[in-house]
């Protein structure tokens, strides 16, 4: 099936600290990794993704990181700041060629406090 | 360069109207889809355009919804005889193609039927 388990829904956290959001997904042919942040009432915005042959990618406070064998992928975000805070959807993506869907979770709301 | 532009930013339409959605793509991008996001969830994928293949239209959610892309380029939703569940955010993406995965989105249109 296509499945994507994304977790938690929410998340709060101080300013300054670490957000971790993980997601899991089903199909073994998955090869593209995407994350996008939404701000309320904006568009989604891509703002980093990983493919299969990699297993970490990091651009400056924000990185990801992929486990093939366990099929899940996470997000990292150190050093949070309050326009951190959105939703985030992780989504994965199966492309023999160049193109194909993208299947997205069901988003993570991130709150930071100042 | 210009991004992923829809029209209009906001519809309200009875139900039973039909409706148009338009999305204008980043020029030079081979691929366009159509996502849609209903309040406070993640994205559904209803169809895609790649080149001059035939479009993928495993997403759509009944025979009331079609779409066409013209010249490659602009692309239009139409939903027919709307219903109240069909309102949403109907959001437009675009990718380059040959192997360039990363997806654009555009602003959406907001789509209420009253």
């Known amino acids: 099936g296509e499945n994507v388990e994304q977790h938690p829904s929410t998340l709060s956290v101080q300013e300054g600290d670490s957000a971790v959001i993980k997601c899991t997904y089903s199909?073994?042919?998955?090869?593209?990794f995407p994350w996008y942040k939404q701000e309320l009432g904006k568009r989604p915005q891509l703002i980093i993704d990983?493919?299969?042959?990699?297993g970490e990618k990091k651009d400056q406070r924000i990185a990801v990181t992929l486990n093939k064998t366990a099929k899940h992928f996470s997000l990292h975000i150190t050093e949070t700041q309050p326009e951190d805070s959105a939703v985030y959807f992780c989504?994965?993506?199966?492309?023999?060629?160049?193109?194909?869907?993208?299947?997205f979770g069901q988003g993570t709301i991130l709150t930071v406090h100042p | 360069g210009a991004g992923v532009s829809q029209s209009p930013s906001n519809k309200v339409t009875e139900k039973g109207k039909d409706v148009e959605l338009r999305c204008d793509p980043i020029?030079?991008?081979?691929?366009l889809y159509w996502y849609r996001q209903s309040l406070g969830q993640g994205l559904e994928f209803l169809i895609y355009?790649?080149?001059?293949?035939?479009?993928?239209k495993s997403g759509l959610p009944s025979d009331r919804f079609s779409a066409e892309r013209t010249g490659g380029s602009v692309s239009t939703l139409t939903i027919q005889r709307t219903q109240q569940e069909d309102s949403a955010v109907y959001l437009c993406?675009?990718?380059?193609?040959?192997?360039?995965?990363?997806?654009?989105f555009g602003p959406g249109t907001r789509l209420t039927v009253t």
């Open positions: 989504a994965w993506f199966v492309g023999g060629t160049s193109y194909g869907k993208l299947t």
């Open positions: 199909d073994s042919a998955s090869n593209y």
């Open positions: 990983i493919r299969s042959n990699v």
């Open positions: 020029s030079g991008h081979t691929a």
């Open positions: 355009f790649q080149g001059n293949s035939a479009p993928d």
């Open positions: 993406a675009s990718s380059l193609g040959l192997a360039k995965y990363e997806q654009y």
